[in-house]
């Protein structure tokens, strides 16, 4: 096998192990405000009214568009330094699973 074939699995393997670790971080999040709860061999159910749907919905439509202007606006040694404080947060939610 080549080395980067083997390097591509690799990253693939870590992109998908950071999703899910995401997901179930916010998963967790949800369920420690209320939002969903966890039921026995049917998984989770919605606990939330339409205004706090729109609510929510406002501020993930926010936070996407401030991750936008971060992207465009930041400086390499901005994105550098983001960067390292996201894999130091995800390093620290591998180790809490």
């Known amino acids: 096998m080549e080395i980067a074939s083997v390097s591509a699995s690799t990253r693939a393997n870590s992109r998908r192990i950071r999703d899910e670790c ?8 949800l369920e ?5 709860r966890s039921e026995k061999n049917r998984g989770l159910c919605a606990e939330i009214s339409v205004a706090e749907r729109t609510k929510s919905m406002t501020s993930a ?6 991750g936008q202007r971060v992207a465009e606006r930041a400086t390499p040694e901005q994105l550098r330094d983001l960067e390292a404080v996201l894999a130091e947060w995800m390093t620290d939610e591998i180790a809490h699973i």
């Open 61 to 66: 439509a926010l936070d996407q568009l401030i």
């Open 32 to 36: 420690e405000s209320r939002l969903v």
């Open 22 to 29: 995401v997901r179930t971080e916010a998963l967790r999040a």
